[in-house]
């Protein structure tokens, strides 16, 4: 005879265990925050303090000048610049942890856009550091000159900030997705999706000048990067001080009597710790 607890077939059904079938949505949005704002540090260390510290464009003296006398911290701003890049893929999957359950489709692209923006980025550390060797004298550039070997130092500086530019296409890029995701969850003020969206078109804009119209671009640029500052510093700031409101998001089903714990754990998104 079946035990009272077995099933029709004899076989036990398969008991669900609340609070495994995905992680806490507060724990890794507050997880995605504290890594966003790692990335505020060491990038803005690398993109928004060293190169501008570095980089004359078209005065290549002047470049290899700053590159020689700051040398130290310039192979910092390399490495700071390679976990940067790092760190963005770490926080592209830890949002598509939290927010894959909006739109899959939409969360992959996300993290699509970010490792290519990040791996451009990566790259495009070879000419900085190539850069910083000629400049240093571990490549022999004698046969070339002194005013030679300046403009080698120029023009690999200049490749980086370019290739800088074409990463931040999918700087741009990634935003948008994320912006969807978070706009459809219910998890996220408005306001601050909106201001996502629009940085993530801001970005563009950006980019496009500079290679399009730099003259407009230097007009434009102090400008143009201010919705992209804010709305990444406030989706930053978010993420760790409130984590997500799930107030708002609808609730999981309860779950079905004899229902595998595959199934149940496809159905819960937002339960929260």
Known sequence: MSSPGDTATGDKPQRVVHGTTRKSPKRL??????????IAVFGGFAQGFLQPKMYVPGDAAATTENVVANETLMRLGIVSDLVNEVLLVLLAFTLYALLKHVHIAAARAMVALAILAAGITALDEVFEFAGLQVATGAVDMSAIGVDGSDSMVLLMLDTQHYGLLIAQIFFGLWLAPLA???YQSGWFPKLLTLVLAVAAGCYLVDVFTAFLAPDLNQLIHGFITVPC???????????????????RSMKAKPPVIGAFAGDVAGASTSGVR
């Open 29 to 38: 949005a507050r997880t995605a925050g504290v890594i966003y704002l790692l």
């Open 229 to 247: 500052i804010i709305a990444e510093i406030w989706m930053a700031g978010y993420l760790v001080t409130v984590g997500v409101n799930t107030k």
């Open 180 to 182: 969807y995701l978070a």
